[in-house]
C-alpha cells in the first residue's frame, strides 16, 4: 500500500506557473509508476501525464505537452508537476496517482493508489 498526498494547488493568472507535489508513504515509493490526472467540473477525469520508475520515461497529453513536466525523487518519496504558461483551462482538481504495474498508462483504471487532489484555478 502506499498513501498519496498532492499540495501545491492554488490561485495564479494566465501565463503564470505552479508546482505540485505528491508526497508518498507506505511501501518503496520507486517501485510504482506515477502519474498525473485533472479534472475540471463536469468532466470527466484526464490523464496529464506518467513518469516511469526512474524518472526516464515521461509521457504526457497533447494539452500539455511543452508546458508540464513530471519529476521524481526517490529518495525523499516525492513527486512533481511543473507547469508553466498556465491557461484558464488548465483548471481542475489535479491529483497524483501511482500504479504497481509497469503497464499503466493512460487510463484512471491502471492505477491503484490516489490523493485526495488539489485545486489549480487559473484567472484569465
Known amino acids: 500500500q502506499v498513501q498519496l498526498v498532492e499540495s501545491g494547488g492554488g490561485l495564479v493568472q494566465s501565463g503564470g506557473s505552479l508546482r505540485l507535489s505528491c508526497a508518498a508513504s507506505?511501501?518503496?515509493?520507486?517501485?510504482?509508476?506515477v502519474a498525473w490526472f485533472r479534472q475540471a467540473p463536469g468532466k470527466e477525469r484526464e490523464f496529464v501525464g506518467r513518469?516511469?520508475?526512474?524518472?526516464?520515461?515521461?509521457y504526457y497529453a497533447d494539452s500539455v505537452k511543452g508546458r508540464f513536466t513530471i519529476s521524481r525523487d526517490n529518495a525523499t518519496n516525492t513527486a512533481y508537476l511543473q507547469m508553466i504558461s498556465l491557461k484558464p483551462e488548465d483548471t481542475a482538481v489535479y491529483y497524483c496517482?501511482?500504479?504497481?504495474?509497469?503497464?499503466?498508462?493512460?487510463?484512471?483504471?491502471?492505477?491503484?493508489?490516489w490523493g485526495q487532489g488539489t485545486q489549480v484555478t487559473v484567472s484569465s
Open positions: 496517482a501511482a500504479a504497481n504495474s509497469g503497464s499503466a498508462f493512460l487510463l484512471s483504471a491502471d492505477y491503484d493508489y
Open positions: 507506505g511501501r518503496t515509493f520507486s517501485s510504482y509508476i
Open positions: 513518469i516511469g520508475w526512474s524518472g526516464i520515461s515521461q
